[in-house]
T-cell receptor, first 117, second 115 residues
Framework: GAGVSQTPSNKVTEKGKYVELRCDPISGHTALYWYRQSLGQGPEFLIYFQGTGAADDSGLPNDRFFAVRPEGSVSTLKIQRTERGDSAVYLC???????????????FGPGTRLLVL | AQKITQTQPGMFVQEKEAVTLDCTYDTSDQSYGLFWYKQPSSGEMIFLIYQGSYDEQNATEGRYSLNFQKARKSANLVISASQLGDSAMYFCAMRVYTGFQKLVFGTGTRLLVSP
């Protein structure tokens, strides 16, 4: 079956602009996660959705970052007034459940490479 | 707080040989899961193997096995019979089951397989 897809694959924007990054999870996966990966680092958690609601947004760095998942499937990560420090790869993952065990294995998309000039 | 430590920034192995990538973790929780992911130059994180904290046997998935030593808090990945396509970044990650859904990742190990 299809894996997690993310669009765009690359995004170049100017400082101060608004960007939206889209994630389409694996069909049937109820849990969706956003991570950010800076060069030479492991991914860092941003936000987690269970269904339509953001169950944990403790990783969002500030109020310029916001994410939605209105119908419990596709999610959009929104970044306002972008800064050069926002440049990174934004990874989306989904899992079948979140209760623990193998079923909560997170499967990742290819990422969106964001460059803020 | 949870923490993953990968002390090997880079590893070299010859094709067809086995290699061990180290991972130690720190948590006060008793219930947790450990994961290994592979990240080729294309950037996608590919799930390799999972070990639950209560699993008594080490996990195996084809050429991948996880050497789980709970008392030492280590979860090393063993790749047998390395192939050129194994060249990539490898990340160890952990998730605890006390309400936190996020994965905590280490800094990764870059593996280079030579012919």
């Amino acid at each position: 079956g299809a894996g997690v897809s993310q669009t765009p694959s690359n995004k170049v924007t100017e400082k101060g602009k608004y960007v939206e990054l889209r994630c389409d999870p694996i069909s049937g996966h109820t849990a969706l996660y956003w991570y950010r990966q800076s060069l030479g680092q492991g991914p860092e958690f941003l936000i987690y959705f269970q269904g339509t609601g953001a169950a944990d947004d403790s990783g969002l760095p500030n109020d310029r970052f916001f994410a939605v998942r209105p119908e419990g499937s596709v999610s959009t990560l929104k970044i306002q007034r972008t800064e050069r420090g926002d440049s990174a790869v934004y990874l989306c993952a989904s899992s079948l459940g979140s209760a623990g065990g193998r079923q909560e294995t997170q499967y990742f998309g290819p990422g969106t490479r964001l460059l803020v000039l | 707080a949870q923490k993953i430590t990968q002390t090997q920034p880079g590893m070299f192995v010859q094709e067809k040989e086995a290699v061990t990538l180290d991972c130690t973790y720190d948590t006060s929780d008793q219930s947790y899961g450990l994961f290994w992911y592979k990240q080729p130059s294309s950037g996608e994180m590919i799930f390799l193997i999972y070990q639950g904290s209560y699993d008594e046997q080490n996990a195996t998935e084809g050429r991948y096995s996880l050497n789980f030593q709970k008392a030492r808090k280590s979860a090393n990945l063993v790749i047998s019979a390395s192939q050129l396509g194994d060249s990539a970044m490898y990340f160890c990650a952990m998730r605890v089951y006390t309400g936190f859904q996020k994965l905590v990742f280490g800094t990764g190990t870059r593996l280079l397989v030579s012919p």
